[in-house]
């Protein structure tokens, strides 16, 4: 049973050792357009950058800190990697509501994310392996 049906499929995260590295490939490489230059987000721990392709972004974040909750994934991972997948929903209270009472553990409450919009993030263990981010924005409603 699904209460909200998900929207679009917003970006997807690419965690990567150093911003520079990332952009050699979705930039360099792939003829991604930035649209966000790179930025720090202390309360995330990361530093950030956004590159458009023509129908979905790609986030890229380079660990900020020694308590970034993306480190980890940096030491398993020295090249970095697809960290995860970002999709909209129209309401970020009732979406978690929805997953919660479906038994999927939210990580936290929805708080502001890179893209300054609330969201949060829903347990891999309980998602098929990804890290599924859920984003608020006015045209989540699909
Ligand atoms: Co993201």
């Known amino acids: 049973m699904s209460a909200q049906a998900i929207g679009r499929l917003n970006h997807v995260g690419i965690a990567v050792p150093s911003i520079e590295a990332g952009l050699k490939v979705y930039r360099d490489l792939l003829g991604g357009r930035v649209t966000r230059e790179p930025f720090d987000l202390p309360a995330q721990g ?11 972004q790609v986030e890229l974040i380079e660990p900020l800190g020694a308590e970034s909750p993306i480190a980890k994934f940096i030491e398993k991972n020295a090249a970095g990697g697809q960290h995860h997948v970002c999709f909209e929903v129209a309401d970020i209270h009732a979406a978690k509501a929805d997953f919660e009472g479906r038994g999927v553990r939210v990580l936290g409450e929805p708080r502001i994310g890179a893209h300054g919009t609330l969201v949060f993030f829903l347990h891999p263990k309980d998602m098929g392996g990804t890290l599924i981010e859920i984003m608020e924005t006015p045209e989540g409603a699909h």
């Open 46 to 56: 990361v530093r950030a950058c956004f590159v458009d392709t023509p129908n979905c």
